[in-house]
Every structure is written in C-alpha cells, then in structure tokens.
C-alpha cells in the first residue's frame, strides 16, 4: 500500500495519479485505434474523454448523496481523490451514456467506435487495480499463502493484483483479436465479457463486500448478468450466413 509519493514537501495521492496516468492512456489509444478505422481518432477521444469525467464526477456526487451531511460539514471532501469514495457502477453508467450521447452528437458511426473503444476497458480496469492496491481499497480476504500480501493487520489474498493480470490478460486477448475477421462491434462484448468472467472468480476472494444471494456478493451477481448479455449478443453482431 503506497497512498502517497513523498517528492520533497509535495505529497502526491498515489490512487489518483495511476487513474490520471490510466484516463490518459485511453484516450490516446482511442484516438489511435479510431484513426485505424477510419474514424476521426480525435473526435472519439474527446467524447471518451466526457463520459470518463461526467462519470467521475456522477459517481462521486452519488456516493456524497448518500450520506450528504458529511460533506455539507466539509464540501471541500468532494474533491479528494479517495477512491473508496466512489459510486463506481453508477458512475459507470453515467460515464456509459454520456460517452454514447457525445458519440452520436459528432456523429461518429457507433459500430466501430465500440471497436475502438474496446481496448480502453481492460487498461482502465488495470489501472483502477493498481490504484485501489494503492490505496488499500477492494482487499482480499484473509488468507495464508505464498503470494498473501499484509494489508489492514492481515496476511489477505492480493485481489488487487489478480484484477491487475485479469485486465493485462484480456487487454492481451484483445490484441490478439485485433486483426481477426469479426463482426464490426464484436470486440467490446469480448473484452466486456472476458473482464466479467475474472470479476465473478476475484469478487469469491474479496474481503471487503457483502455476501447479498445464494452466497454470491454483488460484484459476482453483476458478473454474471454481464457475462450471459455478452454470451447473448456476440452471436447476434455476427452477419447471417447466406
């Protein structure tokens, strides 16, 4: 755990500069990839660029909702780049409709955008794993093995850094597809997918979530939902067989 990197009298917040360093990876590789299609890699980038901060801000006003006296006492705290702070999937959601909105306002055809954007999850998720390792947020449970990490006065499973291998392995399926002859769109529900299953095995190790159906935490119920829309659709973007 690393929440601070000491430069003299500056104290940089660790957690934020990773998703600073992983925000702005994205967006280069969306405009790269966008420019490789056939697209305007810039026009692409800009609205990648809306719906991460719209998302970000949404998932931080949503969290302060839910316990606002707090941050009437201190409304500066709205600001802290605490990621424990966060609403994540309902700022992923925003994030999600803000990026489709500002897509289809600089007209950008959709199909392979969602191609192009497919890469920008997986480095996302690596850098939000580096980041919550960081800051000691989404730990493991306890466990005592080779490879535990001490976090919180405990030896726990480093579901941190599965999540890290998680996200390099689908980036690296992604890659590999690249060049593949799939259906335009095919990608993003791949990449989605592929993050979606490792989610559902990692969240069994979390320490840190509620248990909330049949012994299945919320992040592994949200796992499988988008697993078998993923499993649903890819087949449906692939074109009919004369």
């Given at each position: 755990m690393l929440p601070f990197i000491q430069l003299g009298p500056l104290a940089i917040n660790t957690p934020g500069l990773l998703l600073l360093i992983g925000f702005w990876l994205a967006v280069w590789l969306v405009e790269r990839e966008g420019d490789q299609l056939g697209l305007r890699g810039t026009a692409l980038s800009g609205a990648l660029m809306v719906g991460l901060v719209g998302?970000?801000?949404?998932?931080?006003?949503?969290?302060?909702?839910?316990a606002p006296a707090a941050y009437l006492e201190e409304p500066l705290a709205l600001l802290a780049p605490?990621?424990?702070?966060?609403?994540?999937p309902f700022g992923l959601f925003i994030g999600i409709l803000l990026l489709l909105f500002d897509t289809q306002r600089r007209q950008i055809v959709?199909?392979?955008a969602l191609d192009a954007l497919a890469p920008t999850l997986p480095l996302m998720a690596l850098s939000l794993a580096l980041a919550q390792?960081?800051?000691?947020?989404?730990?493991?449970?306890?466990?005592?093995?080779p490879w535990s990490i001490y976090l919180w006065?405990?030896?726990?499973?480093?579901?941190?850094?599965?999540?890290a291998v998680a996200a390099l392995i689908t980036l690296a399926l992604w890659w590999r597809t690249r060049s593949a002859p799939l259906a335009p769109a095919s990608r993003l529900p791949l990449v989605i997918g592929a993050l979606a299953l490792a989610q559902i095995g990692i969240e069994g190790l979390r320490g840190d979530s509620a248990l909330v159906l049949a012994g299945l935490r919320t992040g592994?119920?949200?796992g499988f939902g988008v697993l078998a829309g993923c499993l649903w659709i890819i087949p449906k973007l692939q074109p009919a067989k004369a």
């Open positions: 998302g970000l801000i949404a998932a931080r006003l949503a969290f302060a909702a839910a605490t990621l424990s702070a966060l609403d994540l959709l199909r392979p390792l960081a800051g000691g947020d989404a730990y493991g449970a306890a466990a005592n093995l006065e405990e030896w726990r499973h480093p579901t941190q850094i599965y999540a592994q119920v949200v």
